[in-house]
């Protein structure tokens, strides 16, 4: 008797399969990190918001020329009532030359003085020590003691500079620094030397300072 059986296939062979290759992702950058650096970007777009940029270069160097002019001018003067003409015409000079400069620049950044904020405060920082340097001068002149204004002009335009220049670029300050430490100096020297350090000062510093907001900051 013949027996039939029924063949059954072996199953297939189970083999192990090799897992997927997983490639490494790169870690994204730290929380922190992005943090600093968004900070840094919005502390530096809020700080050229908040300076006023226009102050004059090549201006600035031409205030300084034309002090030193009036300077010699001022020298040859025999009397105080005509030395003080001299300085007052340079200073109306000035204003003209600075105030032309300054309006250029902004004209060619496109940041309009009227309605910057940051002009606004450089000009109410400004302001005030040069009103008291015109009230100064007028009752310094009334009494005769004219001979203090160098000290006088030299330290409240220095004040007036570093006051303003807290809202503009960082040489500002330095420049108005730099002034009233000659202002100062101007008190506990020789009447004489009054001109001398009015040339250094409105001549010597502007021309200086000038040149180097022309070279890194424009003109």
Known sequence: ???MGSIHPFPPRQTEEEPPVVEAAEEPPALGDRAMDNLRF???TMERASSFTAVP??????????AVGAAFAAMQQTSRNTWLRVWLVEALLAF????????RKARASETP??????????????APP???GMVLTIVLS????????????????GT???TGGMFSIRIVPVMGLCFMVLGAAAFFAPASWGDWFMMAGFGGLQIIFGFVIARRYGG
């Open 1 to 3: 008797m013949r027996l």
């Open 42 to 44: 919005i502390r530096e």
């Open 57 to 66: 270069g090549w201006g600035g160097a031409l205030m300084g020329v034309t």
């Open 96 to 103: 003209v030359v600075g105030a032309w400069a300054m309006d």
């Open 113 to 126: 003085l009227r309605y910057s904020g940051p002009a606004r405060k450089f000009a109410f920082g400004f």
């Open 130 to 132: 040069i009103f008291a």
């Open 142 to 157: 009334k009494l005769g003691l004219s001979k203090l204004l160098p000290g006088v002009w030299l330290l409240l335009y």
């Open 160 to 162: 007036a500079v570093t």
